[in-house]
């Protein structure tokens, strides 16, 4: 008779590779819950802070006037009162004042816990250039206006330049 060979043991291999697989899928499906948990705890986080009456506007300040109201920039910039500090966006309220034909530069900071502080720099008109159309000009030479009603009358009128 023949030597017996040992024949190999594929029900253990085949029941480790099955061991691995599972921890592999438990692993990953407690990193996606992981994952899962922290974002919700982020979004829920976020919405308590930026609805919170802690962080309302309580105090808004807006320095560097003279032609505009401060309830005009206000309007402008669209801000409210008692809004919260957190769920106004400071740039997209930066861009809306300087939009605004009268506002030349503008910055907006907030301080806690309820503090918008709004600081403007207003043209200040030298001259109505008329070309066809009355237009305000500025210290520096520029149009930044066309001329209306509630603007001032007063100033000197100036010859448009020649080229």
Known sequence: MGIK?????TYRKRRTRIKQQILRFVRLTSLAA?????????IFGYDFIT????????NISVSGTRILSDSQVLE???????SNIFSINLSVARKKLLA???IKEAAISR??????HI?????????IIDLDRRFLINSEGDIFKEWSPPDPADLPPRAPPFH
């Not at 992981?34 to 982020?42: D, E, G, L």
């Not at 600081?119 to 200040?124: D, F, K, L, P, V």
């Open 5 to 9: 060979r040992k024949r190999k043991n």
């Open 34 to 42: 992981a994952v899962t948990a922290m974002s919700i705890c982020f």
């Open 51 to 58: 609805q919170h009456s802690y962080f309302a506007a309580k």
């Open 76 to 82: 402008q910039a669209g801000i409210r009162s008692k």
């Open 100 to 102: 605004h034909p009268w």
């Open 111 to 116: 301080k806690l816990p309820g503090t918008i």
């Open 119 to 127: 600081s403007i720099t207003e043209h200040r008109p030298l001259a």
